[in-house]
C-alpha cells in the first residue's frame, strides 16, 4: 500500500489526504501538455489511477479536473475563491469584461444580459443569418476547393458583427472588412507573448499590434454607439449596468473570433465527418433535427472548441476533498471530463446515438459542458449553439459536398490549442443540390 500524499496546504496539523501526482520544481510538464493536452492528461490518470491529480504547468503546482461530476462541481461551487488564471496576461487585451469579473460581478453581469440571449431574442436575430447565408451561397465560387472551417468562421463573424454592431453585410462591406481584419489581428494576440514592445528592423510585436487591433475595433464600437447604429449595443446600455468603457468592452468581446472560431470548430469537424451523417440526409437535404443535434453534441463532447481553463486560487480553499492552497493552479479539462467513462460509456468512441431520448446509459444536453458552466458559462451559448444548427442545416440543405481524400471514412487529426480545429482542413468540391 503506498502511502498517504501530504496535504497542500503543508501544515503539519492537517490529516487530509493530498492529490496524487506531484509539483516538483523541475518537473514543469507544459511542453507535455501543450504538445497533446489529452494525451498528456488521459496518460496521467492511468499512471495515477485517478481523474484528478497534481502536476506543474506553466511553472505553477496545478491540479488538473479530469473528472465530470468534480467539474461540474468546481465551476458551479468554488467560483468565489478563484479568479481567471488568462487575466494576468491578457486582460488588457480583453478589457473589462465578464470574463475575467469575479464571482458576484459576473452574476450581476449575467442577470442584467442573459434576456438578450434568450430563446426569443435568438429567433429575431435568426433572419439575419438566413439573409447572410443566402447571400453567401449566391457569391460563392464552386469552382475551387472549400476550407469549411475559413468558410464556417467568416460566416459566423459576420453574423456577430450584424447582430451586435449593425453591421450590415451587404450595405456596409467596407467597414465589415475593416472589422474582421483587426478581430484577426486582435485574435493574433493570444497566441503571442504578452508584452507590448517594438524592435528596430524587426516592427512591432504580434502583441502589440494585437492591442492596436483592439484600440481599432474599440473606436468603431464607440462610433456605431455615438451613431445608434447598434440596437444591442443600444439595449445593453439602456440596463444601465455599464459604464460606456465595459459596455464598448464587451462588445468587444461579443465582436472578436473568439465565438467564430468556436462555431467554426464544431461546423468544420461536422464536415469533416460528413461520411457518417450522409446516409441520414433525404433526397430533399434534409436531416432530422433531432439527429443532427445529437451528431452535434457528440462532436461538441469529443472535439469541444475551448478544451478547458485555468483558475488560480485567491484564497486557500477545497476543491472537493483536496485543499488548495492561495496562489495554486486548477486546469479544469472539458475535453477529458467529457470523456469520463463513469458518465460516458466507451468514452473514447464517437456514438451520436448515446444523446438520443431513451438511450442508456441517459445523458442530458447539460453533460455536454463545452460551454462551460456556473456563473462564467458562455452566456451566448443558446445564441451560439443555434447558429450552429442553423448554419448546418442549411449547409447540408443546399449542397453536396465530395471528398478528394481516399480516406472518406476516417477522424480527422486535431490541433487542441488555443482554439480546437483540424490540423489540415479537408479540401471540399461543392455543388449545389438539385431541386
Not at 3 to 30: M, N, V
Not at 245 to 269: E, N, Q
Not at 306 to 316: Q, V
Request: aromatic residues 12%.
Amino acid at each position: 500500500m503506498s502511502p498517504k500524499k501530504k496535504c497542500l496546504c503543508g501544515r503539519s496539523s492537517c490529516d487530509s489526504e493530498g492529490p496524487p501526482g506531484g509539483a516538483g520544481y523541475f518537473g514543469d510538464k507544459s511542453l507535455k501538455f501543450y504538445e497533446s493536452p489529452i494525451n498528456f492528461i488521459e496518460s496521467q490518470v492511468q499512471t495515477l489511477n485517478s481523474r484528478v491529480f497534481l502536476t506543474r504547468l506553466a511553472l505553477k503546482p496545478t491540479l488538473v479536473l479530469a473528472e465530470h461530476e468534480l467539474v461540474v462541481h468546481f465551476l458551479e461551487n468554488c467560483m468565489a475563491d478563484f479568479y481567471n488564471g488568462l487575466k494576468d496576461n491578457y486582460a488588457q487585451l480583453f478589457g473589462d469584461s465578464i470574463m475575467f469579473a469575479d464571482e458576484a460581478e459576473a452574476i450581476r453581469l449575467r442577470d442584467a444580459m442573459l434576456p438578450m440571449f434568450d430563446k426569443k431574442s435568438v429567433e429575431i436575430y435568426k433572419q439575419n443569418l438566413q439573409n447572410i447565408l443566402i447571400d453567401w451561397t449566391n457569391t460563392l465560387d464552386l469552382d475551387r476547393e472549400l476550407n469549411f472551417y475559413e468558410e464556417f468562421k467568416r460566416l459566423a463573424i459576420t453574423y456577430n458583427l450584424e447582430v451586435f454592431l449593425g453591421i450590415n453585410h451587404k450595405d456596409d462591406i467596407q467597414l465589415l472588412e475593416e472589422v474582421i481584419s483587426s478581430s484577426s489581428e486582435h485574435w493574433h494576440g493570444v497566441i503571442s507573448i504578452p508584452f507590448n514592445f517594438s524592435l528596430p528592423f524587426f516592427g512591432n510585436s504580434t502583441y502589440s499590434i494585437a492591442m492596436e487591433a483592439k484600440e481599432k475595433i474599440l473606436r468603431i464600437i464607440k462610433q456605431r454607439l455615438d451613431g445608434q447604429k447598434s440596437r444591442f449595443g443600444e439595449e445593453l446600455r439602456a440596463k444601465e449596468v455599464f459604464e460606456i468603457d465595459k459596455l464598448c468592452d464587451h462588445l468587444l468581446l461579443f465582436s472578436c473570433a473568439l465565438i467564430p472560431k468556436g462555431v467554426g470548430s464544431i461546423l468544420s469537424i461536422l464536415f469533416e465527418l460528413h461520411w457518417l451523417w450522409r446516409p441520414l440526409v433525404d433526397s430533399e437535404g434534409c436531416i432530422p433535427d433531432e439527429e443532427l443535434e445529437c451528431i452535434l453534441l457528440e462532436i461538441a463532447r469529443m472535439y469541444p472548441p475551448f478544451i478547458g481553463g485555468i483558475r488560480i486560487a485567491s484564497a486557500e480553499t477545497k476543491v472537493g476533498r483536496f485543499h488548495v492552497p492561495a496562489g495554486t493552479a486548477v486546469h479544469y479539462s472539458l475535453l477529458c471530463a467529457m470523456r469520463d467513462p463513469e458518465l460516458f460509456l466507451d468514452p473514447n468512441t464517437f456514438n451520436y446515438k448515446r444523446w438520443k431520448d431513451g438511450a442508456k446509459p441517459s445523458l442530458r444536453k447539460e453533460d455536454m459542458i463545452g460551454f462551460g458552466t456556473g456563473p462564467h458559462s458562455c452566456i451566448g451559448r443558446h445564441y451560439s449553439w443555434d447558429c450552429i444548427l442553423e448554419i448546418a442545416k442549411f449547409a447540408i440543405r443546399t449542397f453536396l459536398v465530395t471528398s478528394p481524400s481516399s480516406e472518406d471514412h476516417r477522424f480527422p487529426e486535431v490541433k487542441y490549442l488555443p482554439c480546437l480545429r483540424p490540423v489540415n482542413p479537408t479540401p471540399f468540391k461543392v455543388e449545389l443540390r438539385r431541386r
